[in-house]
């Protein structure tokens, strides 16, 4: 017997919540095979197997919070081998299950999808319900909102359950409460802005910038370069990282045990992206203005789609949120753990402004920066905010400075 237990499977994580399981006990698993489904604080992983054998027991049901190095699943088997570092030159045989009793008798094994169960596992199989048939994103918004898949009429091709066919479902139900259990992204983010919250002193400062030049600057970045999506998300990331080279002092992590402020040598920019499962913070490769448009699509896509790694989300030292997404005006946004600073971007709307004594209007956007007091003071938070502003103000200034 082998016990496969809850490895670490990224910086910093403690626990995960079991989706659903891959296999069952009775069921046959090589090396290497998915056993389960996980989702940890940041991303959905499934597990592969250590071990060949036979599963004997699971120990955690989906839903249940596993830490690491709990008890995941039993394996008869003979000889544990670590997953990453594959099994021995000589390719193990596979153990036949044993048959009980004369051919044809109810013990006997039958296959089902590629692998030996009895017959009573298979008969078990034969009777359940078809699992609805649906994409990953759309089960967990189902998961997340209490809605039953199984009971609803799908509207997607070849029966399909589609985002809208849960949501209507979610929308007709007729009960008045829903508990949500805080699990996954949404724990993590709870306990990390209640940590952040009390424990770095917070201050905000705001900035209206009037942004005509960049909306020009984007139309031209369109014509030019149609397959990237361009927005103001792009420049102000490209300006919020360029600051933080001209001012190190916002790009830091402040560790008050030791009383010391750790400036770092590159810029590892959080980009916050809602999903379904919650809001993330994955991390986005800068680089030239190009460069990072691409990036922040190819990042912004895996965030909602699932497909991010617990790597995806280290290394971040700032981070920008974007709330005019939204249609929201700006917002005071707090400090992802470790970081110093982080930008918020409200919308961009037309409003009344002075050009040359005359009001006229123009288009315009409320940066809003928060900074660590501890080591960030109000004259490093106000040039680099300043700096960023000035940069949407006229790209073409700014990129040349």
């Known amino acids: 017997m082998a016990t496969f237990q809850l490895p670490d499977v990224g910086e910093g994580l403690t626990e995960a919540e079991i989706v659903r399981w891959l296999v069952e006990p009775g069921q046959h698993?090589?090396?290497?095979?998915?056993?389960?489904?996980?989702?940890?604080?940041?991303?959905l992983v499934e597990l592969p197997s250590p071990f060949e054998g036979t599963v004997e027991e699971l120990h955690a049901k989906p839903g249940d919070v596993v830490p690491v190095g709990g008890d995941l699943v039993t394996v008869q088997?003979?000889?544990?081998?670590?997953?990453?570092?594959?099994?021995?030159?000589?390719?193990?045989?596979?153990?036949?299950?044993?048959?009980?009793?004369?051919?044809?008798?109810?013990?006997?094994?039958?296959?089902?999808?590629?692998?030996?169960?009895?017959r009573s596992t298979e008969e078990k199989l034969a009777h359940q319900e078809p699992r609805a048939r649906t994409k990953p994103p759309v089960r967990r918004l189902a998961k997340t909102l209490g809605v039953d898949l199984a009971a609803i009429d799908p509207t997607g091709p070849g029966g399909v359950v589609t985002r809208a066919d849960v949501e209507r479902a979610a929308s007709q139900r007729t009960d008045s409460a829903q508990v949500i259990p805080v699990r996954g992204v949404m724990r993590t983010m709870a306990r990390a802005m209640v940590e952040s919250a009390f424990s770095a002193p917070h201050v905000t400062?705001?900035?209206?910038?009037?942004?005509?030049?960049?909306?020009?600057?984007l139309d031209r970045l369109r014509d030019k370069h149609p397959d990237l999506k361009w927005s103001p998300t792009v420049l102000a990331?490209?300006?919020?990282?360029?600051?933080?080279?001209?001012?190190?002092?916002?790009?830091?992590?402040?560790?008050?045990?030791?009383?010391?402020?750790?400036?770092?040598?590159?810029?590892?920019?959080?980009?916050?992206?809602?999903?379904?499962?919650?809001?993330?913070?994955?991390?986005?490769?800068?680089?030239?203005?190009?460069?990072?448009?691409?990036?922040?699509?190819?990042?912004?896509?895996?965030?909602?789609?699932?497909?991010?790694?617990?790597?995806?989300?280290?290394?971040?030292?700032?981070?920008?949120?974007?709330?005019?997404?939204?249609g929201v005006?700006?917002?005071?946004?707090?400090?992802?753990?470790?970081?110093?600073?982080?930008?918020?971007?409200?919308?961009?709307?037309?409003?009344?402004?002075?050009?040359?004594?005359?009001?006229v209007p123009r288009p315009v956007v409320t940066l809003t920066l928060s900074f660590d007091h501890r080591c960030v003071d109000g004259e490093l938070g106000s040039r680099a905010l300043r700096r960023i502003a000035d940069f949407l103000h006229d790209p073409a200034v700014g990129m040349a400075g």
């Open 29 to 43: 698993v090589d090396v290497n095979q998915m056993l389960c489904e996980i989702e940890t604080a940041k991303a």
């Open 77 to 118: 088997t003979r000889e544990p081998v670590l997953v990453g570092y594959g099994t021995s030159e000589e390719k193990p045989v596979r153990r036949r299950r044993r048959t009980v009793g004369p051919p044809g008798a109810q013990t006997k094994p039958v296959r089902h999808g590629g692998f030996e169960v009895a």
């Open 205 to 217: 400062e705001w900035l209206d910038v009037e942004v005509s030049e960049s909306m020009r600057f």
């Open 237 to 326: 990331a490209y300006a919020l990282a360029d600051a933080a080279r001209r001012y190190p002092g916002i790009n830091a992590t402040f560790d008050a045990s030791a009383e010391v402020v750790i400036r770092h040598a590159d810029v590892g920019l959080g980009m916050a992206v809602a999903t379904e499962r919650g809001l993330l913070v994955p991390r986005v490769a800068t680089g030239s203005l190009l460069d990072l448009a691409e990036n922040i699509a190819t990042v912004t896509e895996a965030a909602r789609s699932g497909a991010l790694q617990p790597a995806d989300f280290s290394g971040t030292t700032i981070s920008l949120t974007n709330v005019g997404v939204f």
């Open 329 to 359: 005006d700006g917002g005071t946004p707090i400090l992802p753990p470790g970081h110093v600073a982080i930008l918020c971007l409200g919308r961009v709307v037309e409003r009344a402004w002075v050009v040359d004594g005359a009001v």
